[in-house]
């Protein structure tokens, strides 16, 4: 019988841990889609360049910091590129 319920608990807390993981995921695979997509809009409609700065570009290191960072990550790829600190 403890062995039993032993056993229940040890699925209910695999089945929490789970749940738990696959949410903090979700909103990192979002974060990072939306840092993606905010890249590609920033270069797009060519933000950068009405504060007389050149567009962020796509190479490897911005890709990887937008995904990464996701929307905030942006943000600091943008404050380094208006303060003259490059990648």
């Given at each position: ?22 949410k ?6 979002v ?29 490897l290191a ?13 943000c600091i790829?943008?404050l ?8």
């Amino acid at each position: 019988m403890s062995a039993v319920l032993i056993a229940i608990l040890l699925v209910v807390a695999i089945v929490a841990i789970v749940y738990y993981l696959v949410k903090k995921f979700t909103v990192l695979i979002v974060n990072a889609i939306l840092g993606i997509i905010l890249l590609f809009i920033l270069n797009f409609l060519h933000v950068m360049q009405w504060m007389g700065k050149p567009d962020l570009g796509y190479d490897l290191a911005t890709v990887l910091i937008s995904a990464i960072g996701g929307l905030p990550g942006v943000c600091i790829l943008v404050l380094l590129d208006i303060l003259g600190i490059t990648l």
